[in-house]
């Protein structure tokens, strides 16, 4: 009869290190979901001008959608996401402006979307 429960007792451990080990397997994404942007500053440099874009948590962003005075302008959905992640929605320089003038389309929490993966 002891030995029964050695087994048992012997089992069960293997069974919840079995779980463990298959949730510490797989990888956590916190990152999914919606997400706002956390800065609008400038991407990269090409032919010696800047492009600028949203930044986000998480990576292969979608569904994009600017939450500010107006709302998202025409095509904004269709805009292009770069970086290695695709993490950064490239803004159009015609539309985003000067700063000074269109502060609230440089507003980081006015830029949002749902990124697939972190």
Do not use: C
């Not at 079995?18 to 990152?31: D, R, W």
């Not at 107006?70 to 992640?85: E, M």
């Not at 006015?110 to 990124?115: C, I, P, R």
């Amino acid at each position: 009869m002891k030995m029964w429960k050695s087994l048992l007792s012997l089992a069960v451990v293997g069974l919840l290190l079995g779980a463990v080990g298959i949730l510490n397997v797989q990888k956590v994404s916190a990152g999914m979901g919606w997400q706002t942007a956390f800065k609008v500053d400038t991407a990269f440099w090409a032919g010696g001008l800047p492009h600028y874009g949203a930044f986000f948590g998480g990576s292969y962003g979608t569904n994009q959608y600017y939450s500010g005075p107006g709302g998202s302008p025409a095509g904004y959905s269709s805009w292009d996401w770069w970086g290695t992640d695709y993490d950064v929605l490239l803004l159009q320089k015609r539309w985003l402006g000067l700063q000074s003038l269109y502060p609230e389309r440089w507003n980081p929490a006015n830029h949002h979307a749902f990124m697939v993966g972190y």
